[in-house]
């Protein structure tokens, strides 16, 4: 059974860090990209990061470039994603998300399997 289960700190101040981790279980982990994603309320799911982790490719949406950092831990399947100087509105439910290719990418309707989400809510 495929399972990402996120972890994490959900509540920071602006200007502040948080770290979430997304372990994967379920399949070849070698063989998959993670990206993570964020819904506000009342907004579409967006892509923030990816990483493929059959090359370590990453990318970042514009809105976190500079401010985010993905990682993947390949022997503990496990992808970190770094978020520091947060602002108010990267507050989110944050996803993660697995698709079987060795290139990543932003677009969540490519995605095969989700977490159920953590809640991230920076405060002024």
């Known amino acids: 059974e495929v399972q990402l289960v996120e972890s994490g700190r959900g509540l920071v101040q602006a200007g502040g860090s948080l770290r979430l981790s997304c372990a994967a279980s379920g399949f070849t982990f070698d063989d998959y990209a993670i990206g993570w994603f964020r819904q506000a309320p009342g907004k579409e799911r967006e892509g923030v990061s990816c990483i493929s982790n059959s090359n370590g490719f990453t990318y970042y949406a514009d809105s976190v470039k500079g401010r985010f950092t993905i990682s993947s831990d390949n022997a503990k399947n496990t992808v970190v994603l770094q978020m520091n100087k947060l602002k108010l509105e990267d507050t989110a439910v944050y996803y993660c998300?697995?698709?079987?290719?060795?290139?990543?990418?932003?677009?969540?309707?490519?995605?095969?399997?989700w977490g159920q989400g953590i809640q991230v809510t920076v405060s002024s």
């Open positions: 998300a697995a698709v079987s290719d060795t290139v990543c990418t932003l677009a969540k309707y490519e995605y095969d399997y």
